[in-house]
């Protein structure tokens, strides 16, 4: 098992077990070229190559050129270097607060008891079951699926199935999210969230134009809103076994490292699918069809609408398209950081109100920079962020609120269903 960072390929089988941040986040680096992965979850690049030099056999690769400025870059440099002191003036190690826990376990107590309401049939449990378990996941499963909950690897590997069971699956979610959307965001055929209808929605205006795109808003907002859970949690998992066990490219053909993954959390995976299959299931077995109708379509349907709401509008705007420079393959890398800040849109950036309930995805730039930073900090770091940002001539696209960047969304899906529409 391999992976690359600045040009050079380390075998890291032997370190895969000793890496200190546990097996599940070295293992999205394997079987590629993981330079931005390593500087986005590390603090220093340079002592990281230094471990990985000492204990793991390794060599250069001939034909690739070093592909990240890593910390050579100033702007990232910096960013860091404003992040460590903000923290060390708070005493804070990055992760999830204790007052954060206090809350998320809240929400948890909240979710478990609309779960044994929903269980006992009570008629208004099906309304607040999507609500409730979004607010839980949301600030617990994202984080841990970026390993910013705790430093304790195996807190982050449990809190990543709060999304169980209609949000998604975290395997897939590991593909689709931390491998491919992290590391590719709004490239056209490495980034999977661009691709993630099956080619029904044209998402990018560098996809090519197809006449089932006609009426894509209309599919937007009807069919993928309705249909995001089923697909997250109950579809994806099952292409990802067939991918897995036929050698098949069904699911995300742009993430390489899917066996390496596999290999960990296959169990826990088809264990989340149970679940999420059981949920909507149960209530066909204990109601009439009407009843039961009522108990699954209803959460299930909310969740989607919900996680469509929240994680769509970011990054599928029009200004987040435009390639800041050239974009020739070399230049794709170098310009990473400043891909990070200029392929999302911010939103309600002063509010923790509006950070609790996105999870802390309204400001996004900042998320896609710092992954293994937790959200709980946003909102105090963003001014310094900005003005970091800003001091490098970077563009921080900032916008007034959730409905106008819910505004552009629209307005982008339906430009992007005329065929003569391209950046
Ligand atoms: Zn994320």
Redesign the pocket.
């Given at each position: 098992m391999y992976t690359i960072v600045n040009g050079v390929k380390y075998n890291i089988s032997g370190f895969v077990h000793k890496h200190p941040g546990g097996t599940t986040s070295i293992l999205h680096a394997a079987g590629r070229d993981a330079t931005n992965l390593v500087a986005a979850y590390h603090a220093d690049v340079g002592s990281i190559e230094r471990v990985l030099r000492t204990r793991c056999p390794h060599g250069p690769i001939p034909a690739v050129a070093p592909s990240s400025a890593g910390e050579k870059d100033n702007f990232y440099h910096e960013l860091k270097c404003a992040m460590s002191t903000y923290l060390r003036d708070r005493r804070s190690d990055g992760k999830a607060t204790w007052a954060h826990c206090a809350m998320v376990a809240t929400f948890g107590a909240a979710t478990a008891a609309i779960w044994l309401a929903w269980w006992c049939g009570r008629w208004w449990a099906p309304l607040l079951v999507a609500p409730v378990h979004w607010l839980f996941a949301i600030n617990t499963s994202?984080d841990a699926s970026?390993f910013a909950f705790s430093r304790t690897p195996w807190v982050n590997d449990c809190l990543a199935y709060t999304a169980t069971p209609f949000l998604y699956n975290v395997l897939p979610w590991y593909f689709e999210?931390g491998c491919s959307h992290?590391a590719e965001t709004n490239v056209h055929g490495q980034d999977e969230d661009l691709h993630h209808s099956f080619g029904l929605i044209r998402y990018s205006p560098h996809a090519e134009w197809r006449w089932w795109h006609c009426p894509q808003l209309l599919t937007v907002l009807v069919g993928h809103m309705l249909f995001t859970s089923v697909v997250l949690a109950l579809v994806y998992p099952v292409l990802n076994a067939v991918d897995a066990h036929l050698g098949t490219t069904l699911l995300f053909p742009s993430v390489r490292n899917k066996q390496h993954l596999n290999a960990n959390l296959w169990r826990q995976s088809l264990l989340q699918w149970v679940v999420s299959v059981a949920t909507l299931a149960v209530p066909f077995l204990r109601y009439s069809t009407s009843m039961a109708a009522y108990f699954t379509l209803t959460p299930w349907c909310m969740a989607s609408v919900i996680f469509t709401l929240v994680t769509q509008v970011s990054h599928l705007q029009q200004e987040c398209f435009e390639p800041p420079h050239a974009n020739a393959e070399a230049d794709r890398h170098a310009a990473w950081y400043r891909r990070q800040v200029e392929s999302s849109v911010d939103y309600h950036v002063g509010s923790d109100v509006c950070r609790i309930l996105t999870g802390g995805?309204n400001v996004q730039s900042l998320?896609h920079l710092l992954?293994g930073l937790h959200p709980c900090h946003f909102t105090g770091f963003y001014p310094i962020y900005a003005h970091v940002a800003r001091k490098h001539g970077l563009h921080v696209r900032v916008m007034p609120s959730f409905a106008a960047a819910f505004c552009g969304f629209l307005t982008l899906i339906r430009k992007n269903a005329s065929p003569g529409h391209s950046n």
């Open positions: 994202h970026h999210h992290h995805v998320h992954p």
